[in-house]
């Protein structure tokens, strides 16, 4: 199985300062006969589902705020807000595609300063 | 606009069964795999497998294989998640999800839309 690891855990910000998540694959998660990183980021709100962020490491979900940038590739990815918001307190998850067992990253917990 | 709306909350005994539902709509059924997401409390979020919807074939994580049934039901367009033999650390939430189109060269199995959660649990 492919494991994901995200850093840190948790992280306080104040509101309009950047947020970076990293999250990093136990083995590349990118495909060379297309090109693509089989990655993707989600956002779940407290008693919320997951929602979807970011996908092919770097492509921002239909609707989702260009403050959301995703980058990285193999093995190693970043979720970034370039100005966080009151409305972006959440927990932050990476996902990898590349394989099944699909699997997730435990989870990056923000909050504001 | 796509949804999927999920059944309610159970609370089941140990060594007993729960079968979840999540009716798609917005969209033609058969076009995308659905999949069964599970959060244990203030925990991650840990894929249990997909049911390939056109065909009914079926991938599970080794975490649940042998324990874990998922059937989709094309007149009615909804998945079924039966989990068997229950234990305590079963309790959670349970989503379906839809990710990957059936018929598909690039595996895009990210998840786009997420039902609202079931909660499961499991208690003497």
């Known amino acids: 199985d492919i494991v994901m690891t995200q850093s840190p855990d948790s992280l306080a910000v104040s509101l309009g300062e950047r947020v970076t998540i990293d999250c990093k694959s136990s083995q590349s998660v990118f495909f060379s006969s297309n090109g693509h990183n089989y990655l993707a980021w989600y956002q779940q709100k407290p008693r919320q589902p997951p929602r979807l962020l970011i996908y092919w490491a770097s492509t921002r979900e239909f609707g989702v705020p260009d403050r959301f940038s995703g980058s990285g590739s193999g093995t190693d990815f970043t979720l970034t807000i370039s100005s966080l918001q009151a409305e972006d307190v959440a927990v932050y998850y990476c996902q990898q595609y590349y394989t099944i067992p699909l699997t997730f990253g435990g989870g990056t917990k923000v909050e504001i300063k | 606009q796509v949804q999927l709306v999920q059944s309610g909350a159970e609370v089941q005994k140990p060594g007993a069964s729960v079968k979840v539902s999540c009716k798609a709509s917005?969209?033609?059924?058969?076009?995308?795999?659905i999949s069964w997401v599970r959060q244990a409390p203030g925990q991650g979020l840990e894929w249990m497998g997909w049911v390939r919807t056109f065909n009914g074939y079926t991938d599970y994580s080794q975490n649940f294989q042998g324990r874990v049934t998922m059937t989709s039901d094309t007149s009615t367009s909804t998945v079924y998640m039966e989990l068997r033999n229950l234990r305590s650390d079963d309790t959670g939430v349970y989503y379906c999800?839809?990710?990957?189109?059936?018929?598909?060269?690039?595996?895009?199995?990210?998840?786009?839309?997420w039902g609202q959660g079931s909660l499961v649990t499991v208690s003497s």
């Open positions: 999800a839809r990710g990957g189109r059936s018929v598909t060269t690039d595996g895009e199995y990210y998840f786009d839309y």
């Open positions: 917005g969209y033609p059924f058969t076009s995308h795999l």
